[in-house]
């Protein structure tokens, strides 16, 4: 009897590592003005037989972290590909290049930024497999990173400066690194950045920077919160318990999820919203020492669960922790803010859109919190086409409502009507061209977030619409927790570690500032010819420099590979796509560098630091 082989399907993980270097390669894109802005994205496609396409999306910061970001878009068809490619050309300026080029400007950015102690995405360990092993089969390119043959951190604050200024000193030295704050025109040395002279100085020059430059203020927060629960009582403790463990935090297991969501759902939802109160009483006015010290994420998991019940009548309590302090939102959700409430947002609110209306005309909240409203409701007419014409009436309720609050910064300010401006290029609202042209012409609109109205017009009618993914499925959205949680974990324990060694190693120093010292100005103009002007985006954070020969080639370590991450198209903040902006329209006058192809070997100074 002749014996039959099963096919097996692979999974698309699998199938990345074990088949993605046997495809044809596709076109190949970079952006090639990076060497001004930092900001370099690479794309890699790869082409299946039955004419789909796998792609490679790239992050990198080449002043000096390397790698920062990767995104994999899985044998997606010709029409969802074109559109991916016309939205990274339109808000990166992408060009075709060979694979040669984005192959080199990876790998390079990858050493450069593993020489300053970053560690690369977990994504990168599976999107790596759509890229060409990096061997000596593929030509080198001399492309130069950093500035001035450093690394080079442009930091958002000072407390940026005071996480990662230690880090790349404890990994490159103080004498390998040039650093500044956004707004401030001079660039100073690493030997500077423990002198107080020095911090008092460039303090200094970022105030008089901010008074020239055109201001955008957001609305002054003046919401008065009603009284909150301030004991706990819950039904379900079991539940409570759970919600609050360590062992929970940011993410719960697929067998505890199914354990809470068999409890009876009117009971577990009231239960719910009564955590979500209890937690928004505690930290909605002040936030002290202890409860950061102790800090949970109890409140992302109530948004979680109350979004997968699905219970209309929770939007009231969900649109409540809406009308909090920016403090409430960096403790509880930082960077996670638009991840987690959209789609809960979305997934109650869909069906009562007045009550978004009615939200919006609160007076005095957080802009950044009142905004998330907008990509919600934005998903409604993703999500139902055929509900269109319903959400762009919706919005043209909003926008005539704003045009006279826009100027007097109530109920609105121009940070917000230039995000909402963006998300609207989403469904390429055309219709709402006249009531935009007069919002812009107020003069209330911040401009710098999304253009001018002629550009806001131009890309309206020529853009191809291109969204954002979300995940509204509960268990897929705890998967993506749970793999970026390895992640900042990770990241965060080894600069935590390295920032306190070094602070360490400086203490006995800074007591040893005398009074006659603090009469010295620094000498800045003594570094003069290695410091230069700088421009970069606001949305550059870790920026750095050093400029660093790709020489030879890498071999890929073997790590224990995560699962394959979802891929979302569109960075997240008004900040990068200002930052893409920027990168295009800078006038910096710099030299480009120039590529050829090297076999010169690193220094003896570079492979001591890599051992």
């Not at 963006?422 to 006249?434: G, M, S, T």
């Not at 360490?504 to 010295?520: G, K, L």
Request: net charge negative; proline share 4%.
């Amino acid at each position: 009897m002749k014996k039959t082989t099963k096919n097996v399907m692979l999974t698309p993980e699998q199938y990345i590592r074990q088949k993605a270097r046997t495809l044809p390669l596709g076109q190949c894109y970079m952006n090639k003005n990076w060497f001004i802005s930092g900001i370099a994205i690479g794309v890699v496609s790869r082409c299946h037989t039955k004419g789909t396409y796998t792609v490679g999306i790239f992050q990198m910061d080449t002043f000096c972290s390397g790698i920062n970001e990767c995104k994999i878009e899985f044998s997606i068809d010709k029409s969802n590909y074109t559109n991916l490619i016309n939205y990274l050309t339109e808000n990166f300026k992408i060009e075709p290049v060979t694979y040669t080029e984005v192959h080199n400007l990876i790998y390079g950015a990858m050493e450069f930024g593993e020489e300053a102690g970053f560690t690369l995405p977990n994504a990168f360990h599976l999107a790596k497999f759509i890229l060409e092993e990096d061997t000596e089969d593929i030509p080198l390119i001399n492309y130069q990173y950093g500035k001035n043959g450093k690394h080079f951190l442009l930091a958002e604050n000072e407390s940026e400066l005071d996480t990662f200024m230690p880090h790349l000193i404890s990994h490159l030295g103080k004498e390998n690194i040039l650093f500044t704050i956004y707004g401030c025109n001079q660039v100073f040395r690493g030997e500077d950045f423990y002198d107080r002279h020095t911090r008092a100085l460039m303090r200094s020059l970022v105030e008089q920077m901010n008074k020239k430059e055109e201001n955008y203020p957001i609305e002054a927060y003046s919401y008065v919160h009603p009284e909150y629960p301030s004991t706990l009582q819950v039904k379900h403790q079991e539940l409570a318990d759970a919600l609050y463990s360590q062992k929970n935090t940011l993410f719960l297991t697929e067998d505890k999820i199914k354990e809470i969501l068999a409890l009876p759902h009117e009971e577990l939802r009231a239960d719910l919203e009564q955590i979500l109160l209890y937690e928004t009483g505690k930290t909605a006015d002040q936030i002290n020492e202890d409860q950061y010290s102790n800090k949970g994420t109890t409140l992302l998991h109530c948004l979680i669960l109350l979004g997968e019940l699905g219970y209309k009548e929770s939007l009231p309590t969900i649109l409540e922790t809406l009308c909090q302090k920016k403090e409430y939102y960096d403790f509880h959700l930082g960077v996670l803010l638009n991840e987690i409430y959209v789609p809960t947002l979305y997934l109650l609110g869909k069906e009562q859109l007045d009550k978004f209306y009615e939200f919006l005309q609160i007076p005095g909240l957080y802009t950044f919190a009142r905004y998330l409203v907008f990509p919600a409701v934005i998903q409604v007419a993703i999500q139902h086409p055929e509900r269109r014409e319903e959400v762009i009436e919706w919005f043209r309720k909003v926008l005539t409502f704003y045009k006279d609050k826009v100027v007097e910064k109530k109920c609105c300010d121009g940070n917000l009507i230039g995000l909402l401006t963006i998300d609207l290029f989403k469904i390429k609202a055309v219709e709402l061209l006249p009531e935009l042209k007069a919002l812009f012409e107020t003069g209330g609109v911040d401009t710098t977030c999304c253009g001018n109205y002629e550009q806001v017009e131009k890309k309206m009618k020529d853009s191809n619409p291109f969204n954002i993914t979300y995940q509204f499925d509960i268990f897929k959205r705890y998967e993506e927790l749970h793999e970026r949680y390895d992640k900042i974990a990770a990241e965060e324990a080894e600069i935590a570690q390295q920032a306190q060694e070094a602070q360490d190693a400086q203490t006995v120093s800074n007591e040893e500032v005398t009074d006659v010292e603090e009469m010295v100005e620094p000498k800045v103009e003594e570094v003069a010819a290695e410091e230069t002007e700088v421009e970069a985006p606001k949305a550059k954070k870790k920026a750095k420099t050093a400029t660093k020969s790709k020489t030879t080639k890498t071999k890929e370590k073997a790590e224990k590979a995560p699962k394959a991450e979802k891929v979302e198209k569109t960075p997240k903040t008004a900040k990068a796509k200002k930052a893409a902006k920027e990168e295009t329209e800078s006038s910096v006058k710099e030299t480009k560098p120039k590529t050829k192809k090297t076999t010169a070997k690193k220094s003896k100074a570079a492979d001591t630091e890599e051992k």
